[in-house]
């Protein structure tokens, strides 16, 4: 054997192995969540392959009574009985199978892995949600492992009642006529390495139209969003957003054609390949029972849908391996984005309180990009601090909150939290000691209940309280009850007719009551207090002065800034200006402009 020849061989078997290892680990999944379903519906395939197999040979021996002298009417009345008693059982299996007992099993399979997904959409970082990378991974792994999951319980049963259906046929046929089974053979492995060669088109397929989807989704999503709809309505954006769709439409009309063309001469081909062969194995069994008289008229039937029988099982065995491929191909994305690590999944120091958070040196960029956002940030947080982060839009104020939470990872630079390096701190930890409301808040279709505490309600009287008193903090429980409103009345009418639409002002108050009913040690504000009126903006401060927390505040209000006893100014990523109130009106720098420009207002 040559070396290149070698080489092919080893690549094959290796290339075999990873297909059948990924659609084993799509078994263990299922395996993992109900270990008897396999075994249920195999039991179910094999008493059908046995009805058929019956079927065909017992009416072949029904045409041979008939054909002869010898016709006896209980033997007719006995054959034709116990296939109509295996038909029956047949249907009533396969309909509590598709009816009763299939549908509920794979949705609570399908639960549990769309849990496990979301687990991973959790965990991982936020700037990932623009990496392409992992949209990929997503798009084909994520959200198709529910059909493969599907895909692979037909595959593995189907192929296993098959083979135990061909095996049983082509022991009685061999009796009867080797040359023709071996033409069958012949026709379905042909058949099989051309479907290989359609599933990987499909496959490829898939893979050039996600990004046009992706943006003909956006388009969609954007029509449906509220929040959009007042600049849709009053302005001629529409335009633009139906051409991005259209343009993003025909991109996929275009892949949809290129590859419809080679599929469609490949499945004619593969047609008409099947007919002729199908054809001269018909003639040759009409020539052994009219010229040789080998068979009789009962075995002719029995033969021909014997061979009808054998070639579609074994197109089924065959095809199952472009099914594999294909469900491997998936698999493995879905494997890969489960796996899909992020930094801080390494982390594992817990803390529950802090006296000072040091970052030194810190500087931050975007993947991908030439410019930094953040550059040699130093500053200390102290416990009890109120720093008021101020500085022009694009300036790096949010990004600089994102790194405190552990949403971003700087690119240079350390950041201490006592003595504890931050990248070591778990991330469950930092979630809990810090709350945050950022301008682009979310509220959810959940109860007004659920939207504070951020988790669902599990002691009714004791969350009640907590709720409530949140709410208080953000003079928003008085106009709730007077509105006959409670923690359990739901917001938005996306799931719920009756839900409540409330304005601007009010669902940031409700956000705001989310870092109220924690006890968090650290609380971030960035323009969080942008809608609120003046009366309710100045409680929601004065309880957090008297909550005690350590407070960043991201506002472009100067009337905010009187409660805060250090300032930071940033400027193109950098700290240009650092102290308390008073030093910095001293210097007569940005922040004193903004204080003079404030006041001439």
Not at 188 to 215: A, C, D, G, Y
Not at 276 to 305: E, P, Q, W
Not at 449 to 470: H, S, T
Not at 547 to 568: F, P, Q, R
Request: glycine share 4%.
């Amino acid at each position: 054997m040559s070396v290149i020849g070698g080489q092919q061989l080893l690549t094959a078997y290796q290339f075999m192995r990873k297909v059948i290892i990924n659609n084993l680990e799509l078994l263990r999944l299922i395996y993992k969540y109900d270990y008897t379903l396999i075994l249920i519906l195999i039991i179910a395939s094999l008493f059908g392959s046995f009805t058929t197999i019956y079927g065909i040979f017992a009416m072949g021996r029904l045409i041979n009574i008939l054909s002869t002298s010898e016709a006896s009417l209980k033997n007719v009345i006995f054959i034709l009985l116990s296939i109509a008693v295996l038909n029956i059982c047949t249907i009533l299996i396969e309909s509590w199978k598709r009816n009763v007992y299939l549908p509920p099993r794979l949705n609570k399979i399908k639960l549990q892995i769309q849990m496990e997904i979301f687990d991973v959409m959790e965990r991982v970082g936020l700037l990932e949600y623009d990496n392409p990378d992992f949209y990929e991974l997503y798009s084909i792994g994520a959200q198709n492992v529910e059909a493969r999951i599907t895909s692979v319980i037909n595959v593995f049963v189907g192929t296993l009642a098959n083979m135990v259906s061909v095996i049983s046929i082509i022991s009685i046929f061999t009796s009867f006529s080797i040359d023709l089974m071996l033409l069958v053979i012949f026709n379905v492995t042909l058949s099989f390495f051309i479907n290989i060669k359609i599933s990987r088109l499909s496959f490829e397929q898939t893979q050039r139209v996600i990004m046009p989807q992706r943006r003909m989704n956006y388009v969609k999503r954007i029509f449906y969003l509220k929040e959009y709809e007042e600049e849709i309505q009053t302005s001629n954006i529409s335009d633009a957003l139906r051409n991005y769709y259209r343009m993003a439409n025909n991109e996929v009309i275009q892949t949809i054609k290129f590859y419809g063309k080679i599929n469609g001469k490949i499945v004619s081909i593969q047609g008409i390949i099947g007919i002729i062969f199908n054809s001269i194995i018909m003639l040759l069994l009409a020539y052994r029972t009219i010229v040789s008289k080998i068979l009789m008229i009962g075995d002719f039937s029995a033969l021909i849908s014997a061979v009808n029988q054998v070639s579609t099982n074994l197109s089924k065995i065959l095809n199952a391996g472009p099914a594999m491929y294909e469900n491997s191909l998936y698999a493995e994305k879905y494997f890969e984005f489960m796996g899909y690590c992020c930094e801080h999944e390494n982390a594992n120091i817990n803390v529950d309180d802090f006296n000072e958070i040091i970052l030194k040196n810190v500087s931050f960029k975007f993947p991908g990009a030439n410019t930094t956002v953040l550059e040699n940030i130093n500053m200390t947080i102290n416990k009890g601090d109120f720093i008021a982060i101020i500085g022009e839009n694009g300036s790096g104020k949010t990004t600089l909150t994102r790194i405190l939470q552990k949403l971003y990872v700087p690119n240079e630079g350390n950041i201490m939290i006592d003595e504890y390096n931050y990248q070591e701190v778990t991330k469950t930890s930092i979630d809990k000691l810090i709350g945050t409301v950022h301008q682009d808040y979310r509220l959810f279709s959940l109860s007004i209940g659920e939207n504070v505490l951020m988790r669902k309600i599990q002691d009714f009287d004791n969350d009640k309280l907590i709720v409530e008193k949140a709410l208080d903090k953000v003079n928003l429980l008085k106009k709730l009850k007077d509105s006959n409103l409670s923690i359990l009345t739901q917001l938005y009418k996306e799931i719920d007719e009756n839900g409540m639409v409330m304005s601007g002002g009010e669902m940031q108050r409700i956000a705001i009551a989310r870092i109220m009913a924690q006890k968090y040690k650290l609380v971030i504000l960035d323009e969080a207090t942008s809608n609120i009126d003046i009366m309710s903006e100045k409680k929601i401060f004065d309880e957090l002065k008297k909550m005690g927390n350590t407070v960043i505040l991201i506002t472009h209000k100067i009337s905010n800034i009187e409660y805060a006893n250090k300032i930071l100014v940033l400027q193109n990523g950098r700290i240009v200006e650092n102290g308390t109130p008073d030093e910095l009106i001293r210097e007569k720098g940005i922040y004193y402009k903004m204080i003079m420009e404030n006041e001439r207002r």
